[in-house]
């Protein structure tokens, strides 16, 4: 597209068309790469969360079952 481009006197012409293309790929990729990581973090924050919650809860468990004996 270039050699034609500069071949018939349109470079500029061309080069502007290359580039809304691309841009266009570009941001479809994005979204499409942010719709798949969001759900993929709200996995990972829940599992981090989850282990936290219960690295808290047992021992709490733990010591207040041992104090009904």
Known sequence: MLAMGERTGNLDIILENLREFYEEEV???MKNLSTIIEPVMLIFI???VGTVALGILGPIYKITGNLNK
């Open 27 to 29: 941001d479809n990729f």
């Open 46 to 48: 829940g599992v981090i």
